[in-house]
């Protein structure tokens, strides 16, 4: 079947007709391509043929109807930001840059909600929010755009406190695989109007349709932000720290986890001199008494848990000066070996086993010799590991790869999951079957049932 | 092709291949069969060909599979308390009584999270779960089985803080319609690994796949819980109360409006003495000090609002008193007419439409003369009327169809929904395709891949 697809694409006809309509907004030029196949990852570059770049959904369904009468792939690019090759064209194709569509549609500010075109950015939402009160919570930590959040299912920081973006878009649009723009939910707050079609493009990567619009759950910006952090001898005793704060329930927004590699990047990166030992940062939202409650408690959790140092502040400029080496973790980890990539793993395992997880995931790395600073959303039982090697070196990725399978296959052991925020995209593939068995044969299914033709995003999540 | 698969239909065969299995567990009595069909509304009862008690998820699966080589529709009944039509057998088949299928499989009060058996009710659910500290929030009136509520994403009081099925299944087993059983998840508490399996068949009304265990999230049991009502001149006023709380982020854990007509049913049902007025009840869940906190709020949005006697109490038995109308509410309505059969409506609609929407709909039942107090989940912009109806009276039934078809179309048009959390079934179908349009053929596409031979509860969502 795959293969009789394969000899139906004829992607250079494809991109004639749509270089007929679309003209010098459809480029083929090498580093525009590669630029929109880039995966910031360890995972090689696989450019499309063409970029072309929307302006509305029409566009995007003229593109799309076009693509599926000459089986020619459709990849949907965001940000760039994806993190397992989800922007890569492993058969070719058009990759549609949804930048563009970057506009506010409307703002419901009674309603608690907002509609955007799916290349908005985060932070550029949050701005344009800003006169009402309200924000957008979710923050992967890049600045991603919001279709492309919604694609890979993002979650981030906020998540413990806010959910993620399956929790928090209501409805969208999309250009399904036939070329017809649909709308999947209205904006009452709940439905129970048939099947959730909102939740099941949310993390399909691209390849049941394209989003063209979203409306969000927008939440009051709160009164009080306190902001603060503290050390631990070990990293379990930080997990633990995470784990006694969300079973006694403080609604903390933000627990964030720093190993002391981690921390001496930052160091190093960002020019602090933090004691380099396991760090718990965290954030508490609410009222000036509420927020003031909230830290007390986790004071008295992380004198249980053998932390020390808890500084804590409710000033903007303190807290973000607090923040700051989580702010830089990523490009922190990467200079610790300048000219390297990252592998980064994205384990996801039930509050209880966080500890043991990242433990066992620490000794892991000690033992191989690899180097690999951790982060972790550890109020959610996520943890990502950012393993730095040399691309050239064989061995390094082999190395890499291999500590990356056995973290999967530890984090699905202990009832988790191999990705908890960044999708499966290409480098997570062979992991999905043994963590989800026979169900994968119905995603499969549904793919198949919606683009017979395997041009939305193909190669993405299973191939 | 539907006619194709109704002639593939052998649904005799099939009962009498699982009778040689089952034995006495199948039964066929008109009474036993007419149960299972029963719709608790105006919609004519359509009974199975049989009705098999399942005990476990092999029984379910050994169904599906014979069902599926013969086939013959299968309809999982919970508890019956649907009010769509959701369990009708248009088409024969069997009914398969998932009420013995009610166990705890395991506690994780660590994780939140509990796995159980379809079955079990929310209230058996509840009991169990006693000693954790932790409790299962989501309350849509009936004792209606997990199962149940999950398949109708059902919602109810809390949702307006604990959200809905959709936000509280983990996790979730089905078989499918060729007899095998998958998981749709992993127990961690965020997860981007492929399709949402999970929100997929929340909300299918059996009509994917029959649900066979389900993990749930748990929520700490609330240290105070204070409860209270207040009454208003008029229901825009009390709508408009509602929209003020959610607007000011009040976190409200219930808010309930109760119409004059329906406190006037209440006062008659529970021998109760409450001024016959649009009625507001509120519960605010938390610590003693944010209660209070949250109270005091909503005293002043009420004042605001032309709202008199708020009465309050963190005294349990005082607030199950007073809220007592409220938990009465469904047999209260029916009270008011006895004999008659109620054809209860579920317009959601975004909350700053909420109170044109009630105001447009209360000025429809005078005018029409319609018998058809207003009971509604206000925080979630959600109201159900019960059309009270004498059905061997045909005009009365067309008369309170024609009204139900304008309240759908009157929700659709302000952007809500018909139905906020009972479901299609039979009852919504017609309303679909002018709420979703292009979207239901999506949605049919779905089932057709999932269930080719139209086995699984046919005739439901779309026909």
Redesign the interface.
């Known amino acids: 079947m795959a293969a009789q697809q394969k000899s139906g694409r004829d992607v250079r006809l494809a991109t004639e007709i749509l270089k007929q309509r679309f003209g010098d907004r459809l480029l083929t030029g090498e580093s525009i391509r590669e630029q929109h196949a880039h995966t910031t990852t360890y995972l090689p570059n696989q450019p499309p043929d063409s970029v072309i770049y929307a302006e509305n959904a029409e566009d995007v369904s003229w593109i799309v109807s076009v693509c599926a009468e000459h089986g020619c792939p459709v990849i949907p690019f965001g940000a760039g930001s994806s993190l397992e090759g989800q922007l890569n064209a492993p058969e070719g194709g058009v990759s549609i840059d949804m930048s563009g569509m970057n506009q506010v549609v409307e703002v419901?500010p009674?309603?608690?909600?907002v509609t955007v075109q799916p290349g908005i950015t985060r932070k550029a939402l949050n701005v344009q929010l800003r006169d009402t009160g309200l924000f957008f919570p979710i923050d992967p930590g890049a600045d991603a755009s919001i279709g492309g959040m919604a694609s890979?299912?993002?979650?981030g920081t906020n998540?413990v406190r806010y959910?993620?973006m399956?929790?928090n878009v209501l409805s969208l649009r999309a250009v399904?695989a036939d070329g017809?723009?649909?709308?999947?939910?209205?904006?009452?707050?709940?439905?129970?109007?048939?099947?959730?079609?909102t939740?099941?493009l949310?993390?399909?990567e691209g390849s049941?349709g394209v989003i063209t619009e979203l409306t969000l759950k927008l939440?009051?910006a709160p009164e009080t932000i306190v902001g603060g952090l503290c050390n631990f001898p070990t990293v379990t005793d930080a997990c633990n720290a995470a784990?006694q704060t969300?079973?006694y329930?403080i609604p903390v927004a933000r627990i964030e986890l720093l190993d002391e590699v981690q921390i001496k990047a930052c160091n190093a990166y960002s020019k602090l001199s933090l004691a380099e030992r396991p760090t718990v940062f965290v954030e508490f939202h609410g009222?000036e008494?509420?927020t003031t409650?909230q830290s007390a408690l986790f004071g008295e959790i992380i004198a249980d848990c053998n932390g020390t140092d808890f500084q804590w502040t409710a000033n903007e400029k303190k807290r973000q000066q607090l923040w700051q080496a989580r702010h830089d973790a990523y490009w922190a980890a990467k200079s610790l070996r300048p000219g390297a990539e990252a592998l980064v793993t994205?384990a996801?395992?039930?509050?209880?086993r966080l500890a043991d997880c990242v433990e066992e995931t620490s000794a892991d790395i000690r033992e191989n010799g690899l180097l690999a600073p951790i982060v972790g959303h550890v109020g959610?039982?996520?943890f990502h590991t950012s393993v730095l090697i040399d691309l050239n070196d064989k061995h390094e990725l082999a190395q890499a790869k291999a500590f990356s399978e056995r973290l999967s296959e530890r984090?699905?052991g202990m009832?988790?999951?191999?990705?908890?925020?960044?999708?499966?995209g290409q480098g997570?593939q062979a992991y999905?079957d043994s963590?989800?068995?026979?169900?994968?044969?119905?995603?499969r299914?549904?793919?198949?049932?919606?683009d017979p033709a395997n041009i939305m995003n193909p190669g993405k999540?299973?191939s």
């Open positions: 419901h009674e309603d608690l909600t890979t299912r993002a979650s998540a959910g993620t399956k929790d399904m017809r723009e649909i709308r999947t939910s209205t904006r009452a707050k709940k439905s129970a109007a048939g099947y959730d079609l939740r099941l949310v993390g399909a049941l939440h009051g784990i969300i079973q329930g009222t008494a509420s409650e994205d996801c395992v039930p509050i209880s959610d039982g996520n984090a699905i009832g988790g999951t191999c990705t908890g925020e960044h999708g499966v997570k999905l963590e989800l068995g026979d169900a994968v044969d119905f995603m299914t549904i793919k198949q049932a919606l999540i299973f």
